[in-house]
Nanobody, 120 residues
Framework: QLQLEESGGGSVQAGGSLRLSCRAS????????MGWFRQTPGKQREGVAT????????FYADSVKGRFTISPDYAKSTVSLQMNSLKPEDTAVYFC?????????????WGQGTQVTIFS
């Protein structure tokens, strides 16, 4: 059964860093793009970053480019999101999913997500 478990969220001051982790089970992430998405209340889920199979090709939303880094660990079946220079507008619940397209966050098996709160 496909499962995704996000962790690593927290509350940090603007300018700080967090590292999110997504543990996948029930499928082999080596065969899929893996992406991070985020959602705030009242807004649609938006794509943040994605890494294509092989781990070499990545794409980022313009809003996080240069600050966030996505990286898979195929041995551990995890995908991490290193977030630096955090801003209050990064506050959201973050989710991972085996999706390539950041503009189309359509997925049936979203996990619980992990809350990230950035205060100024």
């Amino acid at each position: 059964q496909l499962q995704l478990e996000e962790s690593g969220g927290g509350s940090v001051q603007a300018g700080g860093s967090l590292r999110l982790s997504c543990r996948a089970s029930g499928f082999d992430i080596r065969n899929y793009c893996m992406g991070w998405f985020r959602q705030t209340p009242g807004k649609q889920r938006e794509g943040v970053a994605t890494v294509y199979t092989g781990g070499q090709t990545t794409f980022y939303a313009d809003s996080v480019k240069g600050r966030f880094t996505i990286s898979p660990d195929y041995a551990k079946s995890t995908v991490s999101l290193q977030m630096n220079s955090l801003k209050p507008e990064d506050t959201a619940v973050y989710f991972c999913a085996p999706l390539c397209d950041l503009s189309t966050p359509e997925f049936r098996y979203w996990g619980q997500g992990t809350q990230v709160t950035i205060f100024s």
